[in-house]
Nanobody
Framework: QVQLVESGGGLVQPGGSLRLSCAPS????????MGWYRQAPGKERELVAR???????NYADSVKGRFTISRDNTKNTVYLQMNGLKPDDTAVYYC???????????WGLGTLVTVSS
C-alpha cells in the first residue's frame, strides 16, 4: 500500500520559515518525480514545486526565490524549504509522486500551512 505522509506544517508569522517533509512508502522513491502542490480555500490546487528523479527542479513563479525543493534518496524523503512566507502562501500543501515510467501518481493527505500575524 502506498502512503505519502507530509509533516512540518503549522502557523507562522509573515516573513517566517517552515520546512515541509514527505516520506513516501510503497514506491521506489528514486524512480519517482516528487512534487508539492497547494490548495487555498476557494481556489484550485496548484503546483508549487517539482523535482525529477534526476534532481531537476521547477517552481511556480509565485514562490521562486523563496521556496526550495530537495530530495534525499537515502532517506526516501522530499523537502520543501519555505522562506519569506506571505499570507498568500496559506494553504493545505500536498505531496505528490509520479513514477517516471508508468506515470502512476499518488497523493498525500496534506498538511496545513497558515501564515498570519
Amino acid at each position: 500500500q502506498v502512503q505519502l505522509v507530509e509533516s512540518g506544517g503549522g502557523l507562522v508569522q509573515p516573513g517566517g520559515s517552515l520546512r515541509l517533509s514527505c516520506a513516501p512508502s510503497g514506491i521506489i522513491f528514486s524512480r519517482n518525480s516528487m512534487g508539492w502542490y497547494r490548495q487555498a480555500p476557494g481556489k484550485e490546487r496548484e503546483l508549487v514545486a517539482r523535482i525529477t528523479s534526476g534532481g531537476r527542479t521547477n517552481y511556480a513563479d509565485s514562490v521562486k526565490g523563496r521556496f526550495t525543493i530537495s530530495r534525499d534518496n537515502t532517506k526516501n524523503t522530499v523537502y520543501l524549504q519555505m522562506n519569506g512566507l506571505k499570507p498568500d502562501d496559506t494553504a493545505v500543501y500536498y505531496c505528490n509522486s509520479q513514477n517516471d515510467w508508468s506515470f502512476m501518481e499518488y497523493w498525500g493527505l496534506g498538511t496545513l500551512v497558515t501564515v498570519s500575524s
